[in-house]
C-alpha cells in the first residue's frame, strides 16, 4: 500500500501544532511547575526529615531542621531551661535546645517546646487562659488568636517578642544567662483526648540568620493529627 507523503507530513505537522501552545500559556505553565518545584525544596531544606510527635497525645509535626539535628540537646525535666522563664507549659514533655550563632558569631539558645495534658473534665479555654495569664505578668498584650495547623486543623496561636532570658555560650563552651530580644510562639490544639502545645522561643538575632520564622511556618504545614 502506498502512502502519501504529503499527508504523512501534513498529519506530522498537525500532531506539532497540536503540542505547541502558540499563546505562550505552556511556558507560562512550565515556569510555574519549576517554581513550584523550587518552593517546595526551599521548605523542605528548612525541615527536619522525620516527623517528632507531641507525645503522649498523636499529633505530629516535622521541626526545623536548624533545631532537630545532631546538635540539639534534650533537655530534663529539672533543667532550668525545661520551661519557657515566663510559663510553665501544661504537659510540658519534651524540651529541645539548640545552640545557633548570630551574624557576630555570638551564640545563644533556640528551645522546641513539646506538650500534652490530658483533657479530663478541664476545658480548653480554662487551661488557654491560666497559660495567657502567666505569660502576661511578663508580656501583658499576650492574647491568643485563631490559627490553623496542618492542611486543616483549628487552633490557637500566642505570640510575644521583647527582652527574654536565654542560655548563652562563649567560644570556650561557658554557659551564662543573658537578656536578649526574642520571640516566643505557642501554638495549642485539642484533640478528643489531649490539650496540645507545640512552642519555639530563639533570639531574634539567631531566628533571624536561621530563617525561623519561614522555618517554624514550614513545620506547622505539616502538623498531622494522625489516626
Not at 121 to 144: L, M
Not at 173 to 200: C, M, N, S, W
Request: aromatic share 8%.
Amino acid at each position: 500500500m502506498r502512502i502519501d507523503r504529503t499527508l504523512l507530513l501534513s498529519a506530522a505537522l498537525a500532531v506539532l501544532l497540536a503540542g505547541c501552545d502558540l499563546s505562550g500559556t505552556y511556558e507560562k505553565r512550565a515556569a510555574e511547575a519549576i517554581s513550584s518545584v523550587g518552593q517546595r525544596a526551599a521548605t523542605e531544606a528548612l525541615l527536619a526529615p522525620a516527623s517528632t510527635t507531641a507525645a503522649p497525645a498523636t499529633l505530629s509535626l516535622r521541626l526545623p531542621a536548624s533545631l532537630d539535628n545532631e546538635g540539639k540537646t534534650t533537655l530534663k525535666s529539672d533543667d532550668p531551661s525545661f520551661n519557657p522563664p515566663f510559663v510553665a507549659i501544661p504537659g510540658l514533655t519534651t524540651t529541645i535546645e539548640r545552640l545557633l550563632d548570630d551574624d557576630a558569631g555570638k551564640f545563644a539558645a533556640a528551645y522546641v517546646y513539646l506538650g500534652a495534658v490530658p483533657k479530663a473534665d478541664k476545658k480548653a479555654v480554662d487551661v488557654q487562659a491560666e497559660v495567657q495569664k502567666q505569660v502576661a505578668t511578663a508580656f501583658p498584650a499576650a492574647n491568643w488568636q485563631d490559627v490553623q495547623l496542618g492542611p486543616a486543623l483549628p487552633g490557637k496561636h500566642l505570640s510575644v517578642s521583647g527582652p527574654q532570658d536565654f542560655q548563652t555560650a562563649d567560644a570556650q563552651g561557658a554557659r551564662t544567662t543573658a537578656k536578649l530580644d526574642g520571640q516566643f510562639d505557642l501554638y495549642f490544639h485539642e484533640t478528643p483526648t489531649h490539650f496540645v502545645f507545640i512552642g519555639f522561643r530563639a533570639p531574634k538575632a539567631q531566628a533571624t540568620k536561621y530563617t525561623l520564622t519561614d522555618a517554624i511556618k514550614a513545620a506547622l504545614s505539616t502538623v498531622d493529627a494522625g489516626s
